[in-house]
């Protein structure tokens, strides 16, 4: 797995976060 990937991974989890987060305060 190169490092690339890695990185565009933990980017795509720490966005998904943000929006649940979000969702939950709007809730």
Do not use: D, G, P, W
């Amino acid at each position: 797995m190169s490092l690339h990937n890695c990185s565009e991974v933990v980017l795509t989890c720490y966005l998904k976060m943000k929006i649940i987060r979000a969702a939950l305060k709007m809730s």
